[in-house]
T-cell receptor
Framework: ELKVEQNPLFLSMQEGKNYTIYCNYS?????LYWYRQDPGKSLESLFV?????AVKQEGRLMASLDTKARLSTLHITAAVHDLSATYFC??????????FGTGTRLQVFP | EAGVTQFPSHSVIEKGQTVTLRCDPI?????LYWYRRVMGKEIKFLLH????????ESGMPNNRFLAERTGGTYSTLKVQPAELEDSGVYFC????????????FGPGTRLLVL
């Protein structure tokens, strides 16, 4: 079964702290995606990771991929309130359809 | 460039009624996808169009759901008759031609079946 386990489901963190969201997927993947969704808005693409050891960074967010462990992480550095959103990981396998995790709802408080 | 748009943003209908959702992809995007998120669950794939052809409809839940993309531009997803378990958020996404492009999502249609 093609499946993604994402944890934690909810994350409440203080501004300035660091934390990591984990994404385990069930089979060899073509691509691993991270999306962000603000309430009532579209899913916004953050990162696409294509190969083992890939690391991408944008501002306070850094995503990495370990294809051998079938694990991707999204690391948040020195969180700020603007990062409050729901974060989804998803992978594709031999087709274009994306298999999503349940999402991590992140809330950053002062 | 305008993003993916979806209409309506919200729909509340009674069980047994019909609802039609519309998606306008980014101009020039040949690939169009429908996904659905039922409350508290994962976002799940429904189907994929390449231009006007259905490339993959393996995620369509049953024959109450009918998707069309006449002319290869906008797409509609009709639910007839709607059931309570059809409630959720229906997302549309699009990509340019070729495999593996980033899928650009619309804001979704929130469907509530009472």
């Amino acid at each position: 079964e093609l499946k993604v386990e994402q944890n934690p489901l909810f994350l409440s963190m203080q501004e300035g702290k660091n934390y990591t969201i984990y994404c385990n997927y069930s089979t060899t993947s073509d691509r691993l995606y991270w999306y962000r969704q603000d309430p009532g808005k579209s899913l916004e693409s953050l990162f696409v990771l294509l190969s083992n050891g890939a690391v991408k960074q944008e501002g306070r967010l850094m995503a990495s991929l370990d294809t051998k462990a079938r694990l991707s992480t999204l690391h948040i550095t020195a969180a700020v309130h603007d990062l409050s959103a729901t974060y989804f990981c998803a992978f594709s396998y031999n087709t274009d359809k994306l298999i999503f995790g349940t999402g991590t709802r992140l809330q950053v408080f002062p | 460039e305008a993003g993916v748009t979806q209409f309506p943003s919200h729909s509340v209908i009674e069980k047994g009624q019909t609802v039609t959702l519309r998606c306008d992809p980014i101009s020039g995007h040949d690939n169009l996808y429908w996904y659905r998120r039922v409350m508290g669950k994962e976002i799940k794939f429904l189907l994929h169009f390449v231009k006007e052809s259905k490339q993959d409809e393996s995620g369509m839940p049953n024959n109450r759901f009918l998707a069309e993309r006449t002319g290869g531009t906008y797409s509609t997803l009709k639910v007839q008759p709607a059931e309570l378990e059809d409630s959720g958020v229906y997302f549309c996404a699009s990509t340019r031609g070729g495999r593996g492009g980033t899928q650009y999502f619309g804001p979704g249609t929130r469907l509530l079946v009472l």
